[in-house]
Every structure is written in C-alpha cells, then in structure tokens.
C-alpha cells in the first residue's frame, strides 16, 4: 500500500470512486477534479498492487473553494487543513486504507493545529461518525443544507 499524491494517469480511478460513492460525497467531474487540484493542499491516493484504492481531497485556509462546509470552518478557524472527501473502493474496505490517508493527511494538518470535516448526520453516516470518534475527533456542530441534508461539523485538534 502507497499513499502519494494523484497523478494524471489516476484522473480516471479517482473520478470512478467519486462517482461510487456519491450519495455520501457531492459529485465531481473531470473539469471539477481538474480546478480542485489546482486550489487543494493535498489531493492524495492510496495504491493497491498498481490500483487506485482510495483517494482524498483536503483544502488549507484561503483556498477558492466554494463549499458551505469549508466555509463554515473557515468562518471559525484562522488555520486548518480541511477533509473535503475520501473514498475507498468497495473492495478495499476494511484493509487500513481509510486509517493510512488520515494518518497521512493528520500529519500534513499538524503545521495547521487541526484538522477539521464533516459527517452526515441526516441521513446518518454512523460508520463514519464512529471511526471519526475513535480517531479523536469532536463535534463543533450542526449544520442544515438547503436540499435537507444535515452533517456533523468535526474538528481533531493536533
């Protein structure tokens, strides 16, 4: 298992397990990938014996990006690496993947005191809730979407 950052050569996996994933993750496609690349503090994968297993996005302070979330924590937090996403491959799951990009992206967050996401909680996504809680995190809030959706606001300070 590699965790590095996304090369062009794995646009394709990293928008197929987006696209997996995407009743718990918005959706992103190939010119969305390619701004997010250009704006975020880590865009990174996980490699599997030459697969794209996993990837995640995260965002520092002053990043264009427009996201209700980011700019939540934005709003509260001078310095921050934020979690917008990660996936993992239905078939990886359950083998550290999830626990190496954290690990990897807790360590880059270190410079900036916190690392910070959000979970849903409406619908809930308790496997998610749990890990973070098992991993330290703490919940800072709630916040409602438009479309109805609620998340959890989490902050790990480090």
């Not at 996980?46 to 939540?72: C, K, L, M, Q, R």
């Not at 990886?92 to 954290?102: E, H």
């Amino acid at each position: 298992m590699e965790v590095r950052d996304v090369v062009d050569a794995d646009f394709t996996a990293v928008l197929a397990l987006n696209r997996d994933s995407v009743t718990l993750l918005s959706p992103l496609d190939a010119t969305g990938l390619d701004r997010v690349r250009a704006t975020a503090a880590h865009l990174r994968v996980v490699e599997v014996e030459g697969t794209v297993a996993a990837f995640a996005i995260a965002f520092a302070p002053g990043a264009t990006y427009d996201s209700v979330n980011y700019a939540w924590h934005a709003g509260r937090f001078d310095d921050f690496l934020y979690l917008d996403r990660i996936a993992v491959s239905q078939r990886y799951r359950r083998r550290g993947i999830a626990t190496a990009l954290y690990d990897d992206l807790e360590t880059a967050a270190t410079t900036h005191g916190r690392m910070v996401c959000e979970v849903n909680s409406d619908p809930p996504n308790l496997e998610s809730l749990a890990f973070h809680h098992g991993r330290g995190y703490c919940e800072l809030g709630h916040l409602m979407h438009t479309d109805g959706k609620q998340t959890v606001m989490l902050e790990k300070p480090l």
